[in-house]
């Protein structure tokens, strides 16, 4: 076996450098041949290299690294010359496994060598560096980055383009790695949504040795509440933000101790602040046993955080931030408090809970010790299971090849933001994987011939034409089978609904029969295609017990773009005023779903007189409105680009909907995600999307009866903790489950399925009556939105454009003579 560290002991001593060589010992005492390759600090020529035996008579070959240390250095991610040191190393050891940790200064490129080699490649990742130059997802003014780096416009170590190009190549590399592991759930799931391939990632979470957490310690008694921090001066351990908070908490009742700070940091705090000189490991237990809480204020994101779990371990209470890795332990008001990164206002408050409440922190340390911490020999024991997993044989017996999906076209029927959850956005997450993607509109002239050289079709929302029709029958007659999905997030493909649709009572009959003649053709669409993919479980299960083809569920998910315009808008507080409520009505359809609420947040604003209402979009509300008629604030429909901006200065989003509707239950979580990624806690309805999506009182809140939207609306209106707390966990949850890159990876998933499928199987026939209109191709009329929008734009629709858009959607139901009644009923009504 050959591990790998970019640093090690004794050179560099850390968390992160201790592991490799505690496993490489470990594993060399239990008779395996292992060797370590370290990166070294010292004086002296670039890239030389030597070979020493260390403690634990494991071989060592050093090269030094120290040029390459700045994280702008190109070498610092891609290094040339450590590879051909790394490829003579190998040659002259072969090894089976190849075991790579910390590759910074070292470069991504020596998985590639690995690889070469014919050795089973295993890379272990102890922070971000394979997503963020600066290894901690932290940009250069200390404020946290987005956890999904293309939703953000962090600089990192020179500019965002340079990241991306950066991490582009790094994962080209990182593609021949036959497994990732990562220290903790959390950490998988960052990097993950950074482009990682689920299948290949696995938690291997560190392994402590057994007299490293101390257990039991005698409490030495206090009058007071005494804080930890042993962060030192790094200012990406959040000393800066700590000070700004304790000069907010008034002396009395509690002290702090700041191991690793000099005494200047601390002047004009307070006696009850003192700096105190970084510990020994073996002087741990005794810092513990003279404190109640431990103080964790990162900025940086910590994938593990081996501090937080000794804390515990040893019986205190650990108030930390929303960094990742502590959270995996420390349970908010249970053994300790979360508040949000780089806020020193949350940080102050929750110190002055604590002083506050004596008992509540002894609550806490009487839980903290049951934190379970696993061992170096477990750790050390699950290695040796994953490199036997690895260099087992493969079964015998042929594998069916999957075919390969390199060009997919999306065919749109509608503009505005379904055209954009699902049609641009999947495309982008392909293009995140390399797939060449092309979105059309259906009339657009080009379509028969992007088609031809298309290795999947997905028709979306496209109403039937004669030209659809003959465009399947197209893709049907190529030399492959190349498979056809047709997508739609509504359920408007079931004529057997009709009269139970919220939003259609005020339609003429004759708009009516158009509306479900548009139901009808997009029936026959979805019937000509070789299986369905649906944005929700319920509409997915609806189609397939409608048509018995194949279904595939694809969740809209969260777009470059929005994601960018929404890390912009919570940057800035928000806008001076009181607490606010929100609900923003995208279509004219949720009347229905205000009133459901409308009784319970009337009585909510007049509990609270200085509540505000913002009432967004189409909507028109009930009489009981009324009598606070003055708080509530009307806004008009707005461009998406300015709906972050809209939803970061409401305090609360409601996303109610009917419930017991098979029409509301295919409805997709799409309110939740916006306000989630603005840090905005939700009250939502709880239909199936938003019981997936949201963890009821984490990362929002769910209401089913009047009461229970009282009681969220008031936790949230009165608990300003738990609201920011709520809102940050949403915005987390958000960015790292449906991301463009992870989001990708499952589009190009169901595309490989979908492909497998219409090889291996027979075309279905269908007993559908089609209903189909005839629409020849049109430059003008095949006109699709664009995506992304210009940087920095701010999109204004004209009157034009919005009509526009009306009469496309009176189309697309009715086809021209919809939109000629539509034409002559404006003429005739009067002016």
Known sequence: MAVVSAHLPPNLTSGGTLVPQRLAHGLAGRGHDVRLYGGHLSEGEALESWNEVDGAGVPVRWIRITPFTSWSDPLNSVNPGAEGDFARWLKEHPADVVHLHALQTLGAGLVTVAAATGARVVVTMHDFWWTCARQFLVAPDLTPCSLAVSCGACPCAVDHAWLERRNAELGRHLARADLVLVPSRTAAAVMIANGVDERRVRVDENGLPPDSVPREVVRTPADRVRFLFAGGSDPMKGLPVLLDALAQVP??????????VDAGAVAGLGEHVQARPSYAPGELAEVL?????????????ESHSILTREALGAG?????????????????????VVVPAADPAALA?????????????????????????????????????????????????PLRAVPTVNRVLFVAGIQGAPLRYRAHLPAEGLRTLGVHTDVRHYRDP???????????????????????LDLVAQVRARPRAVPVLFDVDDLIVDPGLRGSVHGLEGMGQA????????????????????AYVGSTAALCADVHALTGMPVHRFANGVGAALGRLSERATTRPRTPGPLRIGYFSGTTTHDADWAL????????????????????????????????????????????????????????????????????????????????????????SPTEPFRESIQDGVTGHLAADHDAWIAALERLLCDEHHRTLVGSRARRSALLRWSPERQGHRYRELLEDAALH????????????????????????????????????????????????????????????????KVAARVRAPH
């Open 251 to 260: 002396a009395g009742g509690w002290s702090i101790d700041l191991h690793g």
């Open 289 to 301: 046993s003279a404190h109640d809480v431990l103080v964790l204020p990162s900025i940086m994101r």
């Open 316 to 336: 205190l209470a650990v108030l930390c931030t929303d960094t990742l890795g502590p959270e995996e332990v420390v349970v908010d008001g249970v053994n300790g």
């Open 349 to 397: 408050g929750a110190l002055r809970a604590l002083v506050d409440d004596p008992a509540a922190v002894r609550r806490m340390q009487e839980v903290a010790p049951q934190v379970s911490v696993r061992t170096l020999e477990d750790q050390v024991t699950g290695l040796e299971r994953v490199y036997d997993e690895m260099l087992a044989p493969l079964p015998a017996g």
């Open 446 to 468: 080009e379509v028969p011939a992007l088609a031809d050289r298309a290795d999947a079709v997905v028709l979306y929302r496209v109403p039937a034409t004669r030209q659809v």
């Open 511 to 530: 708009d009516l029969d158009l509306w479900w003649r548009g139901v009808a053709r997009y029936r026959t669409t979805l019937e000509a295609a070789d």
């Open 597 to 684: 609420v409308e009784r319970a947040v009337v009585e909510v604003l007049r509990r609270h007189p200085d509540v505000e209402l913002w009432l967004g979009g189409h909507l028109r509300t009930g009489a009981a409105l009324e009598p606070v008629a003055r708080r509530v604030h009307r806004l008009p429909m707005l461009p998406w680009t300015e709906l972050p901006g809209r939803l970061r200065d409401v305090d609360v989003n409601l996303a109610p909907l009917v419930l017991d509707s098979r029409f509301n239950e295919a409805k997709s979580a799409i309110k939740w995600l916006e306000a989630a990624l603005v840090g905005t806690p939700t009250v939502a």
């Open 758 to 821: 219409v090889v291996t199987h027979e075309r279905r026939t269908s007993t559908w009556e089609p209903v189909a209109d005839d629409e020849p191709a049109s430059p003008v009329g095949g006109w699709i939105e664009q995506y992304p929008p210009d940087e920095g734009a701010v999109v204004h629709l004209p009157a034009w454009r919005l009509r526009l858009a009306a009469a496309g959607r009176v189309y697309r139901a009715g086809g021209a003579r919809a939109v000629a009644s």
